[in-house]
């Protein structure tokens, strides 16, 4: 499974667009970025998922550039109920093992 | 719809006794998956089911752990003589295939606490 690499933290405040980075150098051909998100005392809830280029739905957007080895992902104006865990995951669809890694703290500050 | 349910919510433990934690998955979903959540931490793989099969018990840390799911549907995750080690959350997650590409729905977890 390719290794997922992103910040330990991070704060935004309330209104605004946060972008979540995630580097995945090693990404295979085959691999798939996939988003989820996690509240306090919650598992974590399925984000998004991409290939390549961009991917959006109602919650968040997905760039991924050409060369595939870094992903962000983009929360729209963020409010204090977004305040969770992110973990960027990748990996390719016959593997059914979700690989988290530490995941990305964001603080939401009102 | 229902979501993924656990049961017991919070479990705490003496050393040495033995758990049973529960999972009912979204109906009619295929595949469930446990994972072992420690604090701070992400979650971590144990063991995967397709149906009643037990396909991969790769991330079970020993064989204290037991998974089993015999009726294709709900599912139960033992540890016998629990170790303060074990104290972790504990998640289950199932989805409708059996690929990282579909979506995987997570319970709330169990909380287990060895004493």
């Known amino acids: 499974l390719a290794k997922t690499t992103q910040p330990i933290s991070m704060d935004s405040y309330e209104g605004q667009e946060v972008n979540i980075t995630c580097s995945h150098n090693n990404i295979a051909t085959n691999d798939y970025i996939t988003w989820y998100q996690q509240f306090p005392s919650q598992g974590p809830r399925f984000i998004i998922q991409?290939?390549?280029t961009k991917v959006t739905n109602e919650v968040a957007s997905l760039f991924i550039p050409a060369d595939r080895k870094s992903s962000t992902l983009s929360l729209p104006r963020v409010s204090l109920s977004d305040t969770a865990v992110y973990y960027c995951?990748?990996?390719?669809?016959?593997?059914?093992?979700?690989?988290f890694g530490k995941g990305n703290q964001v603080v939401v500050i009102p | 719809g229902a979501g993924v349910s656990q049961s017991p919510r919070y479990k705490v433990a003496k050393r040495g006794q033995d758990v049973a934690l529960r999972c009912d998955p979204i109906s009619g979903h295929v595949s469930l998956f446990w994972y072992q959540q420690a604090l701070g931490q992400g979650p971590e793989f144990l063991t995967y089911?397709?149906?009643?099969?037990?396909l991969d018990k790769s991330g079970l840390p020993s064989d204290r752990f037991f998974a089993e799911r015999p009726e294709g549907s709900v599912s139960t995750l033992k540890i016998q003589r629990t170790q303060q080690e074990d104290s972790a959350v504990y998640l289950c997650?199932?989805?409708w295939g059996s690929g990282q590409g579909d979506e995987q729905y997570f319970g709330p977890g169990t909380r287990l606490t060895v004493t």
């Open positions: 991409g290939y390549k």
């Open positions: 995951l990748v990996g390719d669809h016959g593997n059914n093992r979700l690989a």
């Open positions: 997650a199932s989805s």
């Open positions: 089911f397709q149906n009643e099969a037990q």
